[in-house]
């Protein structure tokens, strides 16, 4: 069955230092993969994506997540956290079936701390 | 981007009345589009897939009757929450895929979302 896991429900980093939150995945075939950022009492909004080509994938607000095939990971990163970096992260996977949902890990809070 | 209009975002109602949320795709057409719930400190759960045309597909454990989905046009979608309950009362978040991008990706844009609560 298709996957997606955020092994940390939360995740606390000091300004200006690097960040990462993590995913994993399981799926049959190639995998889509996402990061949506949520804040507080908002929609999702898109921040990157990886379908093929470079393992790092470069995407808002200075963000970028690196695919490991072998890990079956797609951690999200950014060099030098922002307190406005501080949100709810969601990575997904595209279902592999015909309707092109996505499966949602259970979301990550990063707090940045001042 | 593409931009994604969830109306209201805010709504208050008493128990047994009933509450639509709409869902706009402004810049693009949706021939899809997913509505969600979510409870506090927890992620998205997928509630039905609305297809433009036909009927909504439900996932498993939602009642139909209960939440109506309409999808009659390739640019709006409506949720309708029947005889509302407090138990309904939660945050429901719209996405919308564009036809003409995106497709084959998967890639969602999302509405705002809109607060539930019943008295």
């Known amino acids: 069955a298709q996957s997606v896991a955020q092994p940390e429900d939360q995740v606390n980093v000091a300004e200006g230092n690097p960040l990462t939150v993590k995913c994993t995945y399981s799926v049959s075939g190639n995998p889509y993969l996402f990061w949506y950022v949520q804040y507080p009492n908002r929609g999702l909004q898109f921040l990157l994506k990886?379908?093929?080509?470079d393992n790092l994938v470069k995407g808002s607000y200075g963000f970028e997540a690196e695919f490991n095939k072998s890990q079956t990971s797609f951690h999200l990163k950014k060099p030098s956290a922002l307190v406005s970096d501080s949100a709810l992260y969601f990575c997904?996977?595209?279902?592999?079936?015909?309707?092109?949902?996505?499966?949602w890990g259970a979301g990550t809070k990063l707090i940045i701390k001042p | 981007g593409a931009v994604v209009s969830q109306h209201p975002s805010r709504v208050i109602c008493k128990s047994g009345t009933s509450v639509k949320i709409e869902c706009r795709s402004l810049?693009?057409?949706?021939?899809?589009m997913f509505w969600y719930r979510q409870f506090p400190k927890q992620s998205l759960m997928l509630m039905a897939t609305s297809n433009e045309g036909s009927k909504a597909t439900y996932e498993q454990g939602v009642e139909k009757d209960k939440f109506l989905i309409n999808h009659a046009s390739l640019t709006l979608s409506t949720l309708t929450v029947t005889s509302a309950h407090p138990e309904d009362s939660s945050f429901y978040i719209c996405?919308?895929?564009?036809?003409?991008?995106?497709?084959?990706?998967?890639?969602?844009?999302f509405g705002e979302g809109s607060r539930l609560t019943v008295l």
């Open positions: 990886y379908i093929t080509g």
């Open positions: 997904a996977v595209r279902d592999t079936g015909s309707n092109y949902q996505l499966i």
């Open positions: 996405s919308a895929r564009d036809r003409d991008g995106g497709v084959n990706t998967g890639e969602l844009f």
């Open positions: 810049d693009f057409q949706a021939t899809t």
